[in-house]
């Protein structure tokens, strides 16, 4: 079992940064991906960013290029996504994926971001 804890949600003004964190624990044996993934009101949970174990290799959503980095700590099992330039379109609930070589996923229980002025 893997438990996932996201921290660093917040309200922030248009142009603003946050900087979200996310801390894993238990058996991380196995797991090969972690993200991020958001949920606005009403629309379906969307990916954002995710980063290999291995490698470090990222992939981002189209809207967040150029705006957002992920990256990971491995020796303290933690996500981090920097997020620069914020819009109000950004606002959603974040939440830390991770998945395992038997494509077993993990969430965590999600943090808000709101992007308002």
């Known amino acids: 079992q893997v438990q996932l804890v996201e921290s660093g949600g917040d309200l922030v003004q248009p142009g603003g940064s946050l900087r979200l964190s996310c801390a894993a624990s238990g058996s991380m044996f196995g797991i090969v991906r972690m993200g991020w993934y958001r949920q606005a009101p009403g629309k379906q949970r969307e990916l954002v960013a995710t980063i290999t174990t291995s490698g470090g290799i990222t992939d981002y959503t189209e809207s967040v290029k150029g705006r957002f980095t992920i990256s990971r700590d491995n020796a303290k099992n933690t996500v981090n996504l920097q997020m620069n330039n914020l819009k109000p379109e950004d606002t959603a609930v974040y939440y830390c994926?991770?998945?395992?070589?038997?494509?077993?996923?993990?969430w965590g229980q999600g943090t808000q971001v709101t992007v308002s002025s």
């Open positions: 994926h991770a998945i395992n070589v038997r494509h077993f996923n993990y």
